[in-house]
């Protein structure tokens, strides 16, 4: 499997301009892949205003994944701002070239930020199934919560999209790495860099991380879109001489 990882500056709260500089860094790459992962709320960066960039299923940002997509011969993985039924959601989707969608709704809202008092939380854990994979979607913040990434599943690939300030980038790189090692999983983050509205900066430290904890993509901090390929049978064959899953606790999560 090859995966793609976009470390893109975002406009606020601009989703033309957005998707219009996301489709030229992806058009313009003569690289394929299989999965492209996109940050989290990449049409507006993290806002606390949804209403003025929340969109729909059927939306303007649904559509163009779609197509583009189909054009690059990818399925695509970010979150953005939806509205549904009168509630905000902070929503990840998956898109797959042949216009086929799944979502998960982030669970963990980040309340220092006040993202619980605007934004409706998700209530189920998602697993993706594309081209023989197991995925699991997270967002962000839901980072700092191990036992909602525990694999029980039996995940292939772990897959955070974020918006990371720099100031708490020791605990991003920390955490990918227990996240990776602990599931005995792939582990992709994808961070934004820039500054935002409210005077955050973001130096990305996107990464892809092996079920061993070692960095296949190491974090970097420049615009860019690099890509990686991932051997699943190779992963497959480590958790089964360790063995460290089949240890793991037994919980009911509420």
């Known amino acids: 499997m090859k995966v793609a990882i976009l470390q893109t500056d975002l406009v606020w709260e601009n989703p033309i301009y957005n998707r219009l500089t996301i489709e030229s860094k992806v058009l313009s790459s003569d690289k394929k892949f299989d999965i492209l992962v996109l940050p989290e709320m990449f049409t507006s960066g993290f806002t606390m205003n949804p209403e003025r960039v929340a969109e729909t299923m059927q939306g303007e940002t649904i559509q163009w994944l779609k197509s583009l997509a189909k054009q690059k011969k990818t399925a695509i993985i970010g979150s953005l701002v939806i509205e549904e039924e009168g509630n905000y959601y902070n929503r990840l989707v998956f898109v797959t070239p042949k216009g086929e969608i799944q979502h998960y709704n982030k669970r963990h809202l980040f309340t220092l930020a006040g993202e619980e008092k605007v934004y409706t939380k998700g209530t189920e854990k998602v697993i993706f199934e594309y081209k023989d994979w197991k995925i699991c979607p997270q967002v962000c913040y ?46 992709i983050g994808v961070n934004r ?38 051997n699943k049978k190779k992963m497959h064959e480590t958790r089964a001489k360790l063995n460290f899953l089949n240890d793991k606790d037994e919980f009911d999560l509420k």
Do not use: C
């Open 193 to 230: 860099v820039g500054k935002d509205a409210n005077g955050h900066d973001y130096i990305g430290h996107s990464q892809v991380i092996d079920e061993l904890g070692n960095e296949l993509i190491a974090p970097f901090e420049e615009s860019d879109l690099q890509v990686v390929s991932l």
């Open 142 to 187: 839901d980072l700092r919560f191990p036992v909602f990434a525990r694999n029980v599943e039996d995940y292939d690939l772990l897959v955070y999209v974020a918006n990371w300030p720099k100031v708490r980038t020791q605990a991003w790189d920390t955490l990918l790495k227990a996240r990776a090692i602990e599931n005995m999983s792939f582990v």
